[in-house]
């Protein structure tokens, strides 16, 4: 009965202590919304830079989503959005017209307008890339829950 004790005992110590690295973790959390033209966000990937290599953190695909990254590195957002065909005749039209601001709560980011990488026509979208850097604006720091949204517009 006592070993029984000291196992239930110890069971729960370990669930407190995961408990609290999961509440004092950092997050991401991501909101967007598309257009009745069919302009959307297909999706947005965290990367994040452990000193070596760029990791890719999340990809997601639909609003609402959250993850976890790692605090003090540096983070990538790559946004692809879809634009479509008939409100621009090129790639370099559909570049023009398009944009995309990110905000990150805790003032980190206000209607950050995130710099095009990428643009190609598929179907009846132009696919474009969209990245924007968070490392010269201080990390992600221990603890904190960062609200992210992003704004995409389409010009037509």
Request: net charge negative; glycine share 8%.
């Amino acid at each position: 009965m006592k070993k029984q004790i000291g196992i239930g005992i110890v069971l729960i110590a370990i669930l407190l202590v995961v408990c609290l690295i999961n509440l004092n973790g950092t997050f991401i959390r991501l909101a967007w919304a598309a257009d009745a033209y069919g302009n959307d966000i297909q999706f947005v990937e965290v990367w994040q830079y452990n000193g070596t290599d760029w990791n890719l953190v999340e990809n997601f695909t639909s609003s609402g989503e959250s993850c976890r990254v790692h605090d003090g590195w540096a983070t990538n957002f790559t946004v692809s959005i879809k634009f479509n065909n008939t409100f621009a005749s090129s790639t370099a039209e559909a570049t023009s017209y398009t944009r995309v601001y990110m905000n990150i709560s805790e003032s980190v980011w206000t209607n950050a307008e995130l710099n095009n990488t990428a643009c190609s026509l598929v179907g009846d979208f132009y696919i474009l890339e969209e990245q924007g850097h968070w490392n010269q604006t201080g990390k992600p720091e221990s603890g904190v829950t960062y609200e992210c949204s992003v704004l995409y517009q389409g010009y037509y």
